[in-house]
């Protein structure tokens, strides 16, 4: 089984809410990553999680909030979004992140619009 | 540092083979290729090492010139569900998370 799950698959949400988003694996990976993806551009990093441990933020505002309860579930918390930062949210989750060339396994994402 | 795709895009006809290229100014420890159907989540095809290991799916080839920095994708005898945009993403260093480059779209028509 190489499934990671994400939900919700949509959501809208005003600029004044809180929303989480969750995703979740059970592959037994000790790393999982936020990426964020624009329409027609690639993923882009947002954070990266290693043994339930914040490892890499790429300089993520902080109204986006990581949070890894344990090491199968992956959160990220939405706080006074501006509408640029509507988007496809992905999850991925590897082996591990600090092993050169293990495959990242990615959720189906979590569409966002910020109205 | 993006990793830079060729060609843009690209259309094909079913049986048609096509290549997408992949190069960094940067020193590579791997290159990772996956294809993305619009609405959907990347969906992963091949890693490819320096010194020459690579893992991904059988049907799928790929090359790696570590002094070139260079990967490209081989997509022969194409089929309908080869559609979608190819990435290809890259480790920085040891122990990173992936750099995508822009994409490539590839449509195969009928």
């Known amino acids: 089984d190489t499934e990671v799950t994400q939900t919700p698959k949509h959501l809208v949400m005003g600029m004044t809410n809180k929303k989480s988003l969750k995703c979740e694996q059970h592959m037994g990976h000790r790393a999982m990553y936020w990426y964020k993806q624009k329409a027609k551009k690639p993923p882009e990093l947002m954070f990266v999680?290693?043994?339930?441990?914040?490892?890499i933020n790429e300089s993520v505002p902080s109204r986006f909030s990581p949070e890894c309860p344990n090491s199968s579930l992956l959160n990220l918390h939405l706080h006074a979004l501006q509408p640029e930062d509507s988007a496809l949210y992905l999850c991925a989750s590897s082996q591990d992140s600090h092993v050169v060339g293990e495959t990242q396994y990615f959720g189906p994402g979590t569409r966002l619009l910020v109205l | 540092q993006q990793p830079v795709q060729s060609p843009q895009a690209v259309i094909l006809r079913e049986g048609e083979d096509a290549v997408i290229n992949c190069s960094s100014s940067?020193?590579?420890?791997?290159v990772h290729w996956y294809r993305q159907k619009h609405g959907e989540a990347p969906v992963f095809l091949m890693i490819l090492l320096k010194g020459g290991e690579q893992k991904g799916h059988e049907k799928i080839s790929a090359s790696f010139n570590e002094k070139k920095q260079q990967s490209s994708l081989y997509l022969t005898a194409s089929q309908l569900s080869y559609s979608g945009t190819y990435f290809c993403?890259?480790?920085?260093?040891?122990?990173?998370?992936?750099?995508f480059g822009k994409g490539t779209s590839l449509l195969v028509t009928p």
């Open positions: 999680y290693s043994y339930e441990k914040l490892s």
């Open positions: 940067k020193a590579l420890y791997s």
């Open positions: 993403g890259t480790e920085k260093n040891s122990g990173y998370a992936l750099n």
